[in-house]
């Protein structure tokens, strides 16, 4: 499966962004999907996961009441909407899919995944 991230840009602080990670060559629809970012000089970083039937979610801490992971199965994409974004979040986001349904306590890990997107770079300025 290919993974398309996109939507992300410059924004003022407080401001927001939604990011879509649409899939291609094959249905995403029976497989865990997360978004993660990496800013600059960090390492990359868990944000947000959803379950493969949409009624499971997990977010870190930081983003938590600020940013909501939801996924659209007829449009093979999954979103990222972020909210009263803050500087500290800007970064290269990406999505990508975990092919164990089962293995939601790991959705945290970037080892878990076994599909990347490109990156999308969000920008927060001050």
């Known amino acids: 499966v290919q993974l398309q991230a996109s939507g992300g840009g410059l924004v003022q602080a407080g401001g927001s962004l939604r990011l879509s990670c649409a899939a291609s060559?094959?249905?995403?629809?029976?497989?865990?999907m997360g978004w993660f970012r990496q800013a600059p000089g960090k390492e990359r970083e868990f944000v947000a996961a959803?379950?493969?039937?949409?009624?499971?979610?997990d977010y870190a801490d930081f983003v938590k009441g600020r940013f909501t992971i939801s996924r659209d199965k007829a449009k093979n994409t999954v979103y990222l909407q972020m909210s009263s974004l803050k500087p500290e979040d800007t970064a290269v986001y990406y999505c990508a899919a975990d092919r164990n349904i089962f293995a939601t306590s790991r959705w945290s890990f970037e080892d878990e995944y076994d599909y990347w997107g490109q990156g999308t770079l969000v920008t927060v300025s001050s």
């Open positions: 959803i379950s493969w039937l949409g009624d499971s979610t």
């Open positions: 060559g094959r249905s995403i629809g029976n497989v865990n």
